[in-house]
């Protein structure tokens, strides 16, 4: 066998093994989305969606773990937005670039590092007891806050760094002050990008569940949160709930798979925005 | 008296030093050109008259640089006032990603001009003194990245314009350009000095002759020599210049 | 072309014009002096030739800019090649005015001998030289090839009147007759030259013109 032809073959066999690895992934991902949805789609109706939960949970819908999620997702973005956006502004345009800039950006990375657990702990500790939150909205969006923070600050940190810095100093020369510089030109610009990672953790922030089982999360609560210093249900956690504790397990599960359903189909809508906003925006600030 | 003054420049990056000991006068509507091989000094000069070098950090600078008799570098200059005083154009075309109107109008906006119809004259006084006018005018709310390359170079040109510098600099503004939009900027250049004192930065010698009446040949941080762009060009004092000129360089 | 560049252009071009008309007008004067002996308009000539030089530095200098600054091609450097050569003919032109005018100083001669000079058709010589000086200026201002063309028949007539003259000039050198001594034959002798070659000096400045406009070098050859 000569060489050329050994070469083509070991080059085929490589083509092989990498596309094979990535169709699989894409597979994975179509199993557990038709898994989900052949099991859910038949308890999902309007009046799922709008009641709460009845007979111990084996019966209604999960109306209040939906809005008590979209609280949570409101509420962590309330906080997580300004602090990150403004933190990642402050690392790529104000603060000097040294050691204390990269040891921020070290600790901000580590900080996403942590296990979301960790996260519910420290919640509980500071908010729900240190602080008497108690078990609340309130307590429950700061703990998320704190959790998307290292993605909304990376996220910021990245889109400013991405533009050239020649815009900067085009606004410099017309004798524009470094804020009006950040606020007229380079936060414009690197919006499109800010947006997508905002978004992306949102995305993460509405999945999770640990952070929520200390600070925030009810059981059961038939009635909506009348402030935000009330408990609320979540989906995530709810669906936990149903998978692992109640009265009657076997008539839980259909309503366990919609809830799971409706929480992907949450978390996919919320990705397809984020693809949909970035593509408005690219398109509305193209860069030549 | 002359309009730009400087006195035994030292320029540092950290501890290498880009500018060693210049001293230059530029007289008021005139168009002075620097010329150099690249790392010659020259970019790091022309950012010098609006204090641009001062956003690298750890940069310094010795020596007096006095624009209508007035040290820029003395303590108590608002260098955002000076910026305004001393407009830049950049050898990439950097219009924001904003309309046409709203690019020229930024300067002004920034500097917290709120009139309307004062915005709306000086934006239109600002295109036709850039010679953008006649082909924009039609188009003002449109985005500034729907020109051509030409077009924003002069977009930016305008966009100086508009906070009524009395002086322009010019980082290589037409090196990226195509040979026409080059002309037309040049053509602009001798336009624009009737009323401004321009310092164009260019890799280009031929513009340097065609646009300047004195250029400045620098070489390794110093400046070799400083005459009228016609004695440069045809009769320079030093061999240094003569080599660089003559192509007969390195 | 970059508008500043051809008002450059037009300046060097109005330059050379007003050279022109200043050599005209001295071969005018010169040849007004030299029929009349009259020794005022002589010297009046041979101050001017000053101005004429420096006309010529002038030019010289200005046209070495533009190459130097603008880089000229093609079409713009055939331009400002044939006005550096043009600038030199003009100046050996004044040249000759001057040297005739320095001849109707220097001389004593009270007049020209009016039989002699209507024998050497001198009248119509100069007559011949000041009309192909005028309409290679007028060739010049409008940058019209087709004008520049004629000169080239009208040197002829200037050569055979200046062959003829020699004959003549060696006749009344022979015959001795009054007023035409030797020396002064020979110096008219010399007149005629000069105004031979002050059409060959024309003769080339349109050929230069031509190759500026057309891109045609004429020179050295037989012209048609």
Redesign the interface.
Known sequence: MNITLKKRRSQHLAFGIVSLLTYSIVAILIIILAFIIIRGIGVINWEFLSTAPTDGMTGGGIFPAIVGTCYLILGSAAFAFPVGIMSGIYMNEYAPKGKLVRFIRMMTNNLSGIPSIVFGLFGMALFVNKLSFGDSILAGSLTLALLSLPLVIRTTEEALKAIPYSFREGSYALGATKLQTIRRVTLPMALPNITTGLILAVGRVSGETAPILFTCAAYFLPQLPSGVLDQCMALPYHLYVLATSGTNMELQRPIAYGTALVLIMIVLLVNITATVVRRYFANKVKMN | MNKIEVKNVDFFYGNFQALKNISLDIEANKVVAFIGPSGCGKSTFIRIFNRMNDLIPETRLKGSVKIDGVDIYQKGIDVDELRKNVGMVFQRPNPFPKSIFDNVAYGLRVNGLKDKHFICQKVEESLKGAALWEEVKDKLKESAFALSGGQQQRLCIARALAISPSILLMDEPASALDPIST?KI??LI?ELKKTYTIVIVTHNM?QA??VSDKTAYFYLGEMIEYDD??II??NPKKESTQNYITGRFG | M????EIERSQIKEDVNDMFALVIKQIEQASTALLSMDKGIASQVIVFEHKVNSFELKITKEI??YI????PVAIDLRFMLSLLQMTMDLERIGDYARSMARFVKETEMKELNPELVEKTQLKKMIQQVLAMLKTMQVAFTEENAELAHTIFDKDDLIDHIRTLSTDILADYMVNQIPDTSAKICLQLQDVFRKLERTGDHITNMAEEFIFYLDAKVLKHQKKG
């Open positions: 002309a040049e053509e001798w031929q002759a065609r762009t016609k060009f045809t | 970059v508008k500043f560049i070495e800019d130097a600054l603008y880089n």
